[in-house]
């Protein structure tokens, strides 16, 4: 009976493995190259959906898409959004070089206050008055922490897959607080926008219109 059954898990392997094999063939990969810290701790999003900071996406997080167009946003605090709209053909690997340009920012205060943030899992995206400021890695342990102005403040720790984490700080001048959870695994889809970006970033923005060619010189 168990020769059966060995027997026919072997032809079932056989069955499944042109098809697994196939599959890998038509997806498209991306790729992320960042030469500074500033590229390689920024947040990726793939059509609006965020898919975790550049440098810890390859391995077993490496993006695979299927073939066609998509829309690649990159964001980090302080710095414009990198955006570049890609087509991918049927098991094409694709390189994509990220480089951030320092964006328009208001002059931070003499007095600040410090958040430490501790949350599980640490690749997790932090969010800081619905703007994106990094991910959990960046501000837990010995040194490290997120300087914000003080007062009142939401905090957003979101992550595809888990359920969105939101709460509120209101830390006094130099003050030190501390967001410390551990996020729920979602039974459904994340509805967040943050992490699930804007219907503008999922459908790719057409390419640039050309006008009719200038009148040939008489």
């Known amino acids: 009976m168990r020769m059966w059954a060995l027997i026919l898990m072997i032809i079932l392997l056989a069955a499944l493995t042109p098809a697994l094999y196939a599959g890998n063939q038509v997806m498209g990969e991306i790729e992320f190259e960042g030469k500074s810290k500033v590229e390689r701790t920024s947040g990726v999003w793939v059509d609006g959906q965020y898919v975790g900071y550049l440098k810890e996406l390859k391995g077993s997080k490496k993006v695979l898409l299927l073939p066609g167009e998509h829309v690649i946003t990159v964001r980090q605090d302080g710095y414009?959004?990198?955006?570049?709209?890609?087509?991918?053909?049927?098991?094409?690997?694709?390189?994509?070089?990220?480089?951030?340009?320092?964006?328009?920012?208001?002059?931070?205060?003499?007095?600040?206050?410090?958040?430490?943030?501790?949350?599980?899992?640490?690749?997790?995206?932090?969010f800081v008055d619905g703007l994106f400021v990094g991910h959990v890695a960046e501000f837990q342990g010995l040194g490290r922490g997120l300087l914000v102005a003080p007062g009142q403040h939401t905090i957003k720790i979101a992550l595809p897959g888990y359920q969105t984490f939101e709460t509120q700080i209101s830390p006094a001048a130099r003050q030190k607080v501390e967001v410390k959870t551990e996020l729920l695994r979602s039974q459904g889809i994340t509805e967040d926008p943050l992490i699930n970006g804007n219907a503008g970033e999922k459908t790719p923005p057409p390419p640039p219109e050309q006008g009719p060619p200038p009148p040939s010189p008489q």
Request: proline share 11%.
């Open 80 to 126: 414009r959004d990198f955006v570049e709209r890609v087509e991918l053909q049927p098991g094409e690997k694709r390189l994509v070089r990220v480089a951030m340009e320092k964006g328009p920012t208001g002059a931070m205060p003499a007095v600040t206050s410090e958040v430490k943030i501790a949350v599980n899992p640490p690749r997790a995206a932090v």
